[in-house]
């Protein structure tokens, strides 16, 4: 989670045993400091039950530390509903989804999947830190991102358009 450790001895204690600071002062201590133009970015955590390496409390730190900051950043302000749970079984692997709603907006989703090591569940299992049993990340992040897409901007008029109003409004 943000602001969990501020040396490598104390980054490696983190991922073996979460944060010693509370994901939840941390996040009200950032917040204070930022611009209030700043808006809260919806958020997915993915982590494996049986990862030996980042310890599955600094999941759980960090969707804390995602939900007050969705309360102190979000417009209009105020506490998430309690994540609504369920256990999702796959042809691989069972995971646990949380999701996080305000009103009838997702602003964080956390899957924990059961039996996954550090590794990309679904992955490619010829290459490092794959797991080839589903689920599939890769679908899993799309599920989530997909809702999220943002208008197209207006394009801006191509300059030999800008070019003939300026000929137009010079010579009338």
């Given at each position: 989670?943000?602001?969990?450790?501020?040396?490598?001895?104390?980054?490696a204690r983190a991922m073996h045993s979460g944060a010693a600071v509370s994901p939840e002062n941390v996040a009200d201590d950032a917040a204070s400091r930022v611009s209030r133009n700043v808006q809260f970015v919806p958020a997915l955590v993915?982590?494996?039950?049986?990862?030996s390496v980042v310890h599955p409390r600094n999941a759980e730190q960090i969707i804390r530390q995602f939900q007050r900051f969705a309360e102190v950043l979000g417009a209009p302000s105020g506490p998430l509903a309690d994540g609504v749970e369920?256990?999702?079984?796959?042809?691989?692997?069972?995971?646990?989804q949380r999701d996080y709603v305000r009103g009838d907006?997702?602003?964080?989703?956390s899957l924990l999947i059961d039996g996954l090591g550090h590794a990309w569940s679904g992955g490619d299992e010829?290459?490092?830190f794959n797991d080839a049993a589903q689920p599939d990340a890769s679908r899993l992040i799309w599920d989530f991102l997909w809702r999220f897409r943002r208008p197209l901007p207006r394009r801006p008029r191509p300059v030999r358009l800008w070019l003939r109003y300026l000929d137009r409004l010079l010579h009338g």
């Open positions: 989670m943000y602001r969990a450790a501020d040396s490598a001895l104390a980054g993915i982590h494996g039950t049986h990862d369920q256990r999702i079984s796959t042809a691989g692997r069972s995971y646990c907006q997702l602003l964080l989703r010829r290459l490092r």
